[in-house]
Nanobody, 116 residues
Framework: VTVVESGGGLVQAGGSLRLSCEASGITLRFYSMGWYRQTPGKQREMVAEIISGGNTKYADSVQGRFTVSRDIYKNTAYLRMNNLRPEDTGVYYC???????????WGQGTQVTVSS
């Protein structure tokens, strides 16, 4: 199983990015796909999640600005990030979980840097 994130980069505040998470070795439609963010000195936090049934949930800090989605035919999940803020800077990780509470399959992360 491999999970590979892409799409990170440097963007000015107010800008947008779309992250991709391509999964191999799992059937994405049966998995919940989560996006987490790691910033220096802080614990890794959940940013957004799309569960196997298609429902989504978001951290309060990104609600209304980020959108999580998936393409089950491409076996890929996405995180569309609009109106980015400097505090959104961090390494973004994707994780696929078959069941709630399991460790899941994590990607290597992609860096997002938002300049003010």
């Amino acid at each position: 199983v491999t999970v590979v994130e892409s799409g990170g980069g440097l963007v000015q505040a107010g800008g947008s990015l779309r992250l991709s998470c391509e999964a191999s070795g799992i059937t994405l439609r049966f998995y919940s796909m989560g996006w987490y963010r790691q910033t220096p000195g802080k614990q890794r936090e959940m940013v957004a999640e799309i569960i196997s049934g298609g429902n989504t949930k978001y951290a309060d800090s990104v609600q209304g600005r980020f959108t999580v989605s998936r393409d089950i035919y491409k076996n890929t999940a996405y995180l569309r990030m609009n109106n980015l803020r400097p505090e959104d800077t961090g390494v973004y990780y994707c994780v696929g979980r078959r069941s709630k509470g399991t460790s899941g399959y994590w990607g290597q992360g992609t860096q997002v840097t938002v300049s003010s």
